[in-house]
Protein backbone atom coordinates (compact mmCIF):
# COMPACT_ATOMS: atom_id res chain seq x y z
CA UNK A 1 0.00 0.00 0.00
CA UNK A 2 1.65 3.69 -1.15
CA UNK A 3 1.10 6.51 0.90
CA UNK A 4 -0.03 9.33 -1.42
CA UNK A 5 1.06 12.94 0.42
CA UNK A 6 -1.44 15.52 -0.61
CA UNK A 7 -0.14 18.31 2.41
CA UNK A 8 3.70 18.43 3.59
CA UNK A 9 7.03 19.06 2.45
CA UNK A 10 6.83 15.86 -0.02
CA UNK A 11 5.30 18.53 -2.33
CA UNK A 12 8.15 20.51 -2.60
CA UNK A 13 9.89 18.06 -4.64
CA UNK A 14 6.95 18.15 -7.46
CA UNK A 15 9.05 17.24 -10.38
CA UNK A 16 6.27 18.13 -13.06
CA UNK A 17 7.23 21.49 -12.86
CA UNK A 18 11.12 22.39 -11.80
CA UNK A 19 10.18 25.90 -10.61
CA UNK A 20 6.46 24.89 -8.37
CA UNK A 21 7.85 25.87 -4.92
CA UNK A 22 11.10 27.47 -6.03
CA UNK A 23 11.44 30.75 -3.87
CA UNK A 24 11.73 33.76 -6.35
CA UNK A 25 15.09 35.90 -5.25
CA UNK A 26 15.02 39.31 -4.94
CA UNK A 27 18.54 39.49 -6.81
CA UNK A 28 17.67 37.88 -10.20
CA UNK A 29 16.68 40.59 -12.50
CA UNK A 30 17.62 43.05 -14.68
CA UNK A 31 16.69 46.53 -15.81
CA UNK A 32 17.02 47.92 -19.25
CA UNK A 33 16.15 51.62 -20.09
CA UNK A 34 15.37 52.23 -24.10
CA UNK A 35 17.59 54.89 -25.09
CA UNK A 36 20.22 55.30 -22.47
CA UNK A 37 23.40 53.45 -23.00
CA UNK A 38 23.00 49.26 -22.62
CA UNK A 39 26.04 49.36 -19.84
CA UNK A 40 23.73 51.27 -17.30
CA UNK A 41 21.50 47.93 -16.66
CA UNK A 42 24.62 46.35 -15.56
CA UNK A 43 25.20 49.07 -12.61
CA UNK A 44 21.70 48.25 -11.41
CA UNK A 45 21.77 47.89 -7.94
CA UNK A 46 18.00 48.16 -6.70
CA UNK A 47 14.72 48.77 -8.44
CA UNK A 48 11.24 49.02 -7.76
CA UNK A 49 8.01 47.58 -9.44
CA UNK A 50 4.92 49.36 -10.16
CA UNK A 51 2.79 50.00 -7.79
CA UNK A 52 -0.82 50.71 -9.44
CA UNK A 53 -4.18 51.64 -7.58
CA UNK A 54 -7.30 53.29 -8.05
CA UNK A 55 -9.01 55.50 -6.46
CA UNK A 56 -12.18 55.16 -5.27
CA UNK A 57 -15.39 57.36 -6.51
CA UNK A 58 -17.91 57.72 -3.51
CA UNK A 59 -21.73 57.73 -4.79
CA UNK A 60 -23.64 58.15 -2.37
CA UNK A 61 -26.67 55.56 -2.41
CA UNK A 62 -29.66 55.76 0.18
CA UNK A 63 -27.83 55.44 3.42
CA UNK A 64 -24.45 54.69 2.44
CA UNK A 65 -22.51 54.95 -0.59
CA UNK A 66 -21.17 52.92 -3.58
CA UNK A 67 -17.28 52.72 -4.55
CA UNK A 68 -16.70 52.31 -7.97
CA UNK A 69 -12.54 52.61 -9.75
CA UNK A 70 -11.33 55.86 -10.34
CA UNK A 71 -8.55 56.71 -12.55
CA UNK A 72 -5.69 54.30 -12.25
CA UNK A 73 -2.13 56.21 -10.53
CA UNK A 74 0.93 54.22 -11.58
CA UNK A 75 3.49 54.13 -8.33
CA UNK A 76 4.31 57.65 -10.14
CA UNK A 77 7.97 57.66 -8.24
CA UNK A 78 10.01 54.78 -8.14
CA UNK A 79 13.51 54.77 -7.32
CA UNK A 80 16.40 53.39 -9.42
CA UNK A 81 20.09 52.68 -7.52
CA UNK A 82 23.50 52.76 -9.79
CA UNK A 83 26.38 51.36 -8.49
CA UNK A 84 29.13 54.57 -9.54
CA UNK A 85 32.08 52.79 -11.70
CA UNK A 86 35.11 54.45 -12.59
CA UNK A 87 35.44 53.00 -16.07
CA UNK A 88 32.11 53.35 -17.25
CA UNK A 89 31.16 56.40 -15.63
CA UNK A 90 27.27 55.65 -14.34
CA UNK A 91 27.69 59.41 -12.58
CA UNK A 92 27.54 60.70 -16.70
CA UNK A 93 24.66 58.89 -17.56
CA UNK A 94 22.66 59.69 -14.79
CA UNK A 95 23.77 63.23 -15.32
CA UNK A 96 23.43 63.05 -19.46
CA UNK A 97 19.47 61.87 -19.10
CA UNK A 98 18.81 64.42 -15.69
CA UNK A 99 20.03 66.95 -18.38
CA UNK A 100 17.70 66.23 -20.81
CA UNK A 101 14.66 67.03 -18.40
CA UNK A 102 16.88 70.25 -16.99
CA UNK A 103 19.77 71.61 -17.75
CA UNK A 104 20.99 73.37 -15.09
CA UNK A 105 23.83 75.16 -16.97
CA UNK A 106 21.29 76.93 -19.50
CA UNK A 107 18.45 76.84 -17.49
CA UNK A 108 15.88 74.87 -20.13
CA UNK A 109 13.45 72.41 -19.65
CA UNK A 110 13.90 68.92 -21.97
CA UNK A 111 11.40 68.17 -24.50
CA UNK A 112 9.27 65.08 -23.39
CA UNK A 113 9.49 63.45 -26.45
CA UNK A 114 13.40 63.19 -26.00
CA UNK A 115 13.61 62.78 -22.21
CA UNK A 116 10.69 59.96 -22.08
CA UNK A 117 12.06 56.79 -22.58
CA UNK A 118 10.31 52.80 -22.23
CA UNK A 119 12.18 50.44 -19.29
CA UNK A 120 11.66 46.81 -19.11
CA UNK A 121 12.34 44.81 -15.93
CA UNK A 122 13.33 41.51 -16.19
CA UNK A 123 13.24 38.69 -13.89
CA UNK A 124 15.05 35.44 -13.51
CA UNK A 125 14.79 31.90 -12.05
CA UNK A 126 18.05 30.85 -10.27
CA UNK A 127 19.51 29.18 -14.12
CA UNK A 128 18.79 32.50 -15.18
CA UNK A 129 15.81 31.33 -17.37
CA UNK A 130 13.34 34.61 -17.38
CA UNK A 131 10.21 34.31 -15.54
CA UNK A 132 8.47 37.64 -15.99
CA UNK A 133 8.95 41.25 -17.28
CA UNK A 134 7.33 44.15 -16.63
CA UNK A 135 7.05 47.26 -19.33
CA UNK A 136 7.07 50.75 -18.33
CA UNK A 137 6.06 53.59 -20.26
CA UNK A 138 6.90 56.98 -20.47
CA UNK A 139 9.77 57.05 -17.71
CA UNK A 140 11.81 59.49 -17.33
CA UNK A 141 14.69 60.82 -14.27
CA UNK A 142 12.27 63.16 -12.06
CA UNK A 143 15.33 63.54 -9.63
CA UNK A 144 18.94 62.27 -8.94
CA UNK A 145 20.98 62.13 -5.94
CA UNK A 146 24.85 61.65 -7.35
CA UNK A 147 25.80 59.42 -3.62
CA UNK A 148 26.20 59.81 0.02
CA UNK A 149 28.79 62.01 1.60
CA UNK A 150 32.49 61.61 -0.06
CA UNK A 151 34.37 60.42 3.38
CA UNK A 152 38.03 59.90 3.79
CA UNK A 153 37.26 57.18 6.40
CA UNK A 154 35.10 54.76 4.29
CA UNK A 155 35.44 52.49 1.49
CA UNK A 156 31.68 52.12 0.69
CA UNK A 157 30.57 51.92 -2.79
CA UNK A 158 29.71 55.09 -4.42
CA UNK A 159 25.96 54.27 -5.39
CA UNK A 160 23.46 57.10 -7.50
CA UNK A 161 19.73 57.02 -6.41
CA UNK A 162 17.48 58.51 -9.64
CA UNK A 163 14.03 59.05 -9.08
CA UNK A 164 11.64 57.50 -11.77
CA UNK A 165 8.71 58.91 -13.00
CA UNK A 166 6.45 56.82 -15.32
CA UNK A 167 3.01 57.08 -16.94
CA UNK A 168 1.89 53.29 -17.18
CA UNK A 169 3.54 50.22 -15.95
CA UNK A 170 2.28 46.58 -16.75
CA UNK A 171 3.09 42.91 -16.68
CA UNK A 172 4.33 41.84 -20.15
CA UNK A 173 2.66 38.71 -20.84
CA UNK A 174 4.27 35.85 -22.86
CA UNK A 175 2.68 36.26 -25.95
CA UNK A 176 3.73 39.74 -26.18
Request: one cysteine or more.
Amino acid sequence: MSVIYENGPIHLSDLQNKYKFEPQRTNHFEVTITGLPAELSLAVNMFSLPNVTNDPIEIPHQNSRIKFAGQTNFGGAESLEVIDYVGLDTEGMMNDWRKEVYDPKTDKMGIASVYKKEATVTEYSPDHEVLRQWKLVGVWCSGVAFGDTLSMDGSEVKKITCTIAYDRGYRIEAEE
